[in-house]
């Protein structure tokens, strides 16, 4: 699976888990969407691109 990919099912993942209606879908969604992040980062590193550092802005 490529990058595009990879963060394409993340996103979708993050987003269910946002819209579930019960604690089991939330659970299921959180896990997928921690197993994308860990693909995701593991694709980074093996690319030789360091891990990304999120911008923490002033009031948020």
């Known amino acids: 699976m490529d990058l595009n990919e990879l ?3 993340h996103q979708r993942a993050v987003m269910n888990q946002r819209a579930s209606n019960t604690r089991a879908d939330r ?8 197993y ?3 693909r995701i980062r593991d694709h ?3 690319s030789g ?3 990304h ?4 802005r002033a009031g948020h």
């Open 7 to 9: 963060l394409s099912n």
């Open 27 to 34: 659970e299921t969604y959180f896990d997928l969407v921690e």
């Open 36 to 38: 994308y992040a860990k």
């Open 44 to 46: 980074r590193r093996s």
């Open 49 to 51: 691109v360091g891990d």
């Open 53 to 56: 550092r999120w911008a923490i």
